[in-house]
């Protein structure tokens, strides 16, 4: 009895020194190894009378086990030890850069086309395209703007032959009529595109981006349109009010006419929009010409709607406070990086249109 | 359109405030661009102050002043007067002033040596007194706080200037803009009181129009004055004149032009003395040349309505006069011209001869075929009271009556379009103010549309005409309905999407340059397609269609080098174009990428990009847009703008006949011809229109989710093959032999030299071998080995490299 006592105790005393791992396996053979003290320990059980044997091997194994854990213990601490010490050689300067990552950019009109069509998507409108090469018929004439008609100078076109049949759409106009061309009322479409005018200054380029809406169905009157124009203007610039002003005027494809004013202030020569009472021209709209339903063979006693032509240029330099048109198609690397957006920004209406 | 106040109140009664009418010409579609005074010459003449005066270095009697005129900097001025001293008020005008005394226009000059920008003025000079001894000397108290303002009050009436939609010729004319105020509620239109002029006789100079085809004018109205005194306007007229911002002439060309800037009524005066005999309005011949008060010799084409004598052309009818007949300040006899013409007519023969006037301009939007007489009598009464003269009775050739139009209009139809409703009273009232005849016939109107209203011929436009007078405030803004017919986006445009930001998503910069493109710059890389000049370009390096995306991206990249920027990806999604008809285009992704890869990095080891860069770009976009990598199959075919042997093109399947993507570094003679300094340039192209949609839906193409627990074994060869063999047809030999089996094919080296014949290199792989049944045994992996080598060397002449 007192054997195995004073073996856990003479052990228990030595593992508690400060040892390393060889000194460790040293006592853990002198304990279990093949002549081991414990090990010899569990040989001699046999020779034991059988009622001393029960509460000898008991105590034998209760012993084994704690002497087992101790050496388990201190093998652990050294190993962590070890792992901490050269932990300490190991140390880098994390203030060092990390390693490259080129983050791409989304071109900011690619991004107003995103909002505006996420936006259309909730009320119901799908999006159509038309090609950029166009002829007279589907840019002028189909729109109610026959040939003598002097709202041709105020486009002023780019031809691809002399005879002036072929031409760069003007305006994302001709899609109204490829789409009704096509199907059947009811209508209920955008049309986002390259627009092209021969005009180049300042807040003019030969390019531009124009999104075209069209709403055509039984009962569709100007207070639909209205309610559109609100519902878009106020979802894109996201804010709850817009001050919004329909004024009459004149499109050869829409009759009644409007331009549509919104509201905007100053604040630190930064343009505020919803709120000021300074008005500001972003678009176009009337209620489709007859003549134009006419052009596309649909019945006018039936059917009626609004249209309207937004640009989409204006509409990306006002939200995100972009002052020179021509700038959105210089590509300076330094101006795709500071207006662009991150790719994973897709603006959906239920994550919200911008960050 | 520029008018005052006043002269819109010599129109309307009226007692609503300036700005109140401003407001409401907007509310009524006539768009108010500005009303400010007009400047005036009189602007340059300012308040200055003389800082210092020195000694000219080289003329006794001038001195160099430096003058404080309210600006930044002060200007320096040569001055002469024994006056101009230090801290002098005084009068400045700068250069471009003209002096009023002597009408000198001042201009930057050198006195002696020493540049002068302006004049400091004496009275005499600005007319202000006799005073010429020295230069003006202003009062301290009055104007020490005033440098740098105006000198003379600027006392022109503030003008409003109106953009007029091309559908209102009538509201080119101050009465017009004044009846739509009326119709508004803004006063009341004034009647133009009848002027009784007394006639002379009739007309003398015989006027004919002839019935060629296509005649351009079917009216003509004339009078004759004779006896006149032509002269300077008087200071009304002149007033008027002026606060447009235009020259007064005489008094004849002046009244001419009050009228058509009052009523919209275009008028012409001819030297009666100069018409040879008589007016013949005819079409033009081929090869008719005559002078235009342009001062232009004008050739004309064939039928281009002119107004001619016995001996030729006088003037393009409607368009402008011609010198031959023009009236000057000794002219004594006068013929008075109100005509009118088709706006056809006008319309084409200014666009051939690219003329635009302030009359071609009315004419061609639609005159009021009724104002003939109004707009002789009123010019007529004028120029008689200011020039004196005797009036000749009207003479009015015609060769079509004036068609009085009348539609039908029913009443719902207003509300049926504008979403609300007005009374029918109210409806008829506005009809009548614009000057309509009106008949109720029940719940119709019948209805007589005014002469001048020539953009009115159906119901839509009465709806119109109620609505915007009624004020577009008053239509409802109706919530939308959220209620979906279509899918917002088709597969096409959905692919368009995705695309775009996955390109973006590999560190491409979005960019989006013009269709058009330097046609230099676009043989480079036009390959087969048709060139597409544009007639018109905004510039001579703007003058194609683009063929290709890569013209305006290599551009702009050499732009973005040369401005210091190095390692660039930039790419666009856009169109190129095929042909010029519609339709004729196709949608690309072009990327280009120039540059070295971590330059300048602490821990990685930069290198140039390659071509293997561009197939990653290309390859990985496809497979995230859904393509499946096993079936992808590249080919070495690519145009001729790529490196011929670092590109390759991209099927979407092996049997597929066009690719849909190259990608490849960029030719070397077209990097050298556009001067495009990098280490290396790199792009490729994505054809989205032959990304055909050839799969299901994601959720019906997910296969079942299988997969093998049993131990992966790995085994290497390296394959001695003719140099031109294509590692892509070692994968799939080897990948077919059993698919069962063989999980994949990785190379990881290829080496050629040492060791190795000169026509042949060594491919390196590791192929990973997995049963999905059981762990295979050695015995099972030594037969898959001698499969595969045996394979290989059968199909491939390769040799298992020992």
Known sequence: ?355 | MKFTIDWLKEHLDTKFKDNQIIEKLTDVGLEVESFEKVSSELDNFKVAKIINAEQHPNADKLKVCDVDIGEQNTVKVVCGAPNAKKDLLTVYAGPGSVIPKNNMKLTVSKIRGVTSYGMLCSESELNLSDESDGITELKLNKYSDKVGKNFFKNNTEKVIDLSITPNRPDCLGVRGVARDLAAAGVGKLKIISNMKIKNSGPQKITVSITKDKNQGCTIFGSCLIKDVTNKESPKWLKDKIISLGQKPISAIVDITNYVMLDLNRPLHAYDADKIDKEIIVRNSKKGETFEALDNKEYKLDNDMCVISDKSGVLGLGGIIGGTRSGTEFNTKNILLESAYFLPKSIRKTSKLLNIDTDAKFRFERGIDPQSIEIGLEKAAQLITKICGGKVSKFDIQSIRKVKKNKIKFKISLFEKIAGFKIKDKEVINILIDLGFKVTKKKSELELTIPTWRPDISQPIDIVEEIVRIKGYNNIETLEPEKNRIKDTLNKQQKLFHFLQRSVASKGYFETVTWSFTDSKINNLFRENYKEIKIVNPISSDLDVLRNSIFPNLAFYIKKNLDRGFKDISLYEIGPIFKDNNPGEQLTLIGGIKSGKISRLNWNEKNRSVDVFDAKKDTIQTLIEAGYDRHNLFIREKSPSYYHPGKSGSVYLDKDDIDPVAYFGEIHPNIIKKLDIKTEALVGFEIYLDYLKDKKLKLKDSKSKFQFSDYQKSDRDFAFVVDKNFKAQDLIEIISSIDQSLIKSVKIFDVYEGENIPKDKKSIALNVTIQSSEKTLEESDLEKINKLIISTVETKSGAKIRS
Request: glycine share 6%; net charge negative.
């Open chain 1, 1 to 355: 009895m007192s054997d195995i006592k004073k073996i856990k105790h003479e052990f228990l005393h030595k593992l508690n020194a400060d040892l390393n791992i060889e000194s460790i396996n040293q006592i853990k053979s002198e304990l279990f190894g093949k002549n081991g003290k414990i090990s010899n320990l569990f040989k001699n059980l046999g020779s034991l009378p059988t009622e001393e044997r029960k509460k000898f091997a008991s105590d034998l194994n209760f012993i084994k086990d704690e002497l087992q854990e101790k050496i388990n213990k201190k093998i652990q601490e050294i190993e962590i030890k070890e792992i901490n010490s050269k932990l300490d050689n190991e140390k880098v300067d994390v203030t060092l850069p990390e390693r490259d990552i080129v983050q791409g950019k989304i071109h900011p009109v690619s991004q107003v086309i995103d909002e505006i069509s996420s936006i259309f998507s909730e009320i119901g409108f799908s999006v159509e395209e038309g090609p950029d090469v166009e002829n007279e018929h589907y840019n002028f004439t189909a729109l109610n703007t026959p040939d003598n008609h002097p709202a041709r100078d105020m486009h002023d076109t780019f031809y691809l032959d002399d005879k002036k049949e072929l031409l760069l759409r003007t305006h994302t106009s001709p899609v109204q009529v490829r789409t009704m061309l096509k199907g059947k009322p009811p209508f209920k479409i955008i049309a986002p595109g390259r627009t092209y005018r021969s005009d180049s200054d300042q807040t003019h380029a030969p390019m531009f981006h124009q999104v075209e809406g069209l709403h055509i169905d039984k009962n569709v009157n100007m207070g639909h349109l209205k309610g559109c124009l609100n519902y878009f203007i106020k979802s894109f610039f996201e804010v709850d009010k817009i001050k919004m002003r329909f004024r009459p005027s004149h499109f050869p494809f829409t009759e009644p006419s409007a331009e549509v004013d919104i509201g905007y202030e100053l604040k630190d020569g930064k343009i505020v929009i919803g709120e000021g009472d300074k008005w500001l021209e972003i678009l176009g709209c009337g209620m489709v010409h007859p003549n134009v339903l006419k052009n596309v063979k649909i019945n006018t006693d039936k059917y009626q709607g609004y249209a309207f032509g937004i640009g989409i240029d204006r509409l990306a330099m006002l939200k995100y406070g972009i002052n020179d048109l021509r700038a959105f198609f210089e590509t300076d690397y330094r101006w795709l990086n500071h207006f662009g957006f991150d790719p994973l920004d897709v603006p959906s209406n239920y994550r919200g249109l911008s960050r």
